[in-house]
């Protein structure tokens, strides 16, 4: 029973770097979540996707690419690193968005570091 | 103006006490309403939706109050395993159902 998995887990990255965060959700779900975390700033959304193959932007979407190809796959891509982007990531799912008994479903996290 | 806004403590409380958090939205619109758990360095876990009338699951208690746009949490007998912080998150239509998180009331209940 897995649930919603994200590796890697850690990733220290240099300046200008690229790489891609992979989210897998065995529940059938929908609707698929980007977050990141930060200090005070509390959990921001950066891209969604509401069903395969369909992606759109959340709050902070800059410097971010997302892709659906397969519904229980959402990859979270950063084309060139920044310090900014220096942050917790937390992919989430869930059956629909909203909706009183919706529960959204979340990751274990990935703590990115950009130096 | 933020669109929820919730103190971020810390709230220290001994072992025992009742407390209570408010979370406050901006948007009138708001439709549904969750408080969820997070623990240090983990993910976020949902702990309750908001109903209108109000629920209670254990000794937690969750409150809604569209009139004045605030949902609360009161927690009682409090336990050190409740320790943690507790998210306020609203739901809201416009274009797309929009999930917004609050920052978080962190909770340090001490022995």
């Known amino acids: 029973n897995a649930g919603v998995t994200q590796t890697p887990k850690f990733r220290v990255l240099k300046t200008g770097q690229s790489m891609t965060l992979l989210c897998a959700q065995d529940m059938n779900h929908e609707y698929m979540y980007w977050y990141r975390q930060d200090p005070g700033m509390g959990l921001r959304l950066i891209h969604y996707?509401?069903?395969?193959?369909?992606?759109a932007k959340g709050e902070v979407p800059d410097g971010y690419n997302v892709s659906r190809l397969k519904k229980q796959n959402f990859l979270l891509g950063l084309e060139s690193a920044a310090p900014s982007q220096t942050s917790v990531y937390f992919c989430?799912?869930?059956?629909?968005?909203?909706?009183?008994?919706?529960?959204?479903?979340f990751g274990q996290g990935t703590r990115l570091t950009v130096v | 103006r933020k669109e929820v806004e919730q103190d971020p403590g810390p709230f220290n409380v001994p072992e025992g006490a009742t407390v209570a958090f408010n979370c406050t939205y901006s948007n009138s619109a708001s439709q549904s309403f969750f408080w969820y758990r997070q623990d240090c360095r983990k993910e976020p876990k949902l702990l309750m939706s908001?109903?209108?009338s109000g629920n209670e699951d254990g000794r937690f208690t969750a409150q809604l109050n569209r009139a004045s746009q605030y949902i609360s949490l009161l927690i009682r007998d409090s336990k050190l395993s409740d320790s943690a912080t507790y998210l306020c998150v609203v739901t809201s239509s416009g274009g797309y159902q929009k999930v917004t998180f609050g920052i978080g009331t962190k909770l340090q209940v001490i022995p």
């Open positions: 996707s509401v069903g395969e193959g369909t992606t």
């Open positions: 989430a799912s869930s059956y629909s968005i909203g909706g009183v008994d919706t529960e959204a479903f």
């Open positions: 908001v109903y209108s």
